[in-house]
């Protein structure tokens, strides 16, 4: 039986969360941990990946972008989801913008380029459990809203795969209940098989 895998017991016990303060990673600590983005698999060496941190000061001027971009996308949104959004980013101790270099025109498909940075997406979140930090993967319909993008430095071929919330996890360890991996697991022995997940 195989013996206890510290790296194995990290992988399993990460776990998304929102309850975030400070600090966040910064320094050689953070550029370790997005470094870990480049080791994610990356079929034609695209190098889709694009990082933005937002800490500090520069918080609360983010936080209005995102909301006046929500606004744009959603006219009719209300006032209290926006202020409730507002006050987050305004909040939380780092967010890490998910930016996407893809190339239509490239011999790769861009599906491909997409799960690149979907992978390194995953490493980083990864590194930063490992590094004693937590985080949470969030989207909106905003991210693709031009301006905001434009804001941002993103180019029109450019997009925003979502966005990392980052902090030391408030309070004890996070723990979420998963699964089990049977559901998810067949094995093939010559005929389709039948996922328990799907019964």
């Not at 790296?7 to 399993?12: D, G, H, I, R």
């Not at 919330?165 to 697991?185: C, F, K």
Request: glycine fraction near 8%; hydrophobic fraction near 45%; charge should be positive.
């Amino acid at each position: 039986m195989p013996g206890k895998n510290k790296a194995m017991e990290v992988l399993l016990s990460r776990a998304s969360t929102d309850r975030l303060i400070a600090p966040a990673p910064k320094g050689a600590v953070l550029m370790q941990i997005l470094s870990t983005s480049l080791r994610a698999p990356d079929h034609g060496r695209m190098r889709p990946w694009r990082f933005v941190t937002v800490t500090g000061k520069h918080r609360a001027a983010f936080a209005d972008l995102l909301v006046a971009a929500m606004r744009r996308t959603d006219p009719d949104m209300k006032s209290a989801k926006l202020e409730k959004k507002r006050v987050r980013y305004a909040e939380v101790p780092m967010t890490i913008i998910l930016g996407m270099d893809l190339h239509p025109d490239a011999k790769i498909p861009v599906d491909e380029q997409v799960m690149a940075v979907a992978a390194g997406a995953m490493n980083v979140l990864n590194a930063l459990h490992a590094a004693g930090f937590g985080g949470m993967w969030v989207s909106g319909a905003f991210q693709n809203d031009e301006t905001f993008r434009k804001m941002l430095g993103f180019t029109r071929e450019q997009k925003i795969a979502g966005f990392l919330q980052v902090g030391t996890v408030e309070g004890r360890a996070v723990t979420s209940n998963r699964p089990d991996i049977d559901l998810y697991h067949a094995r093939w022995k010559g005929d389709p098989v039948a996922f328990g997940a799907d019964k």
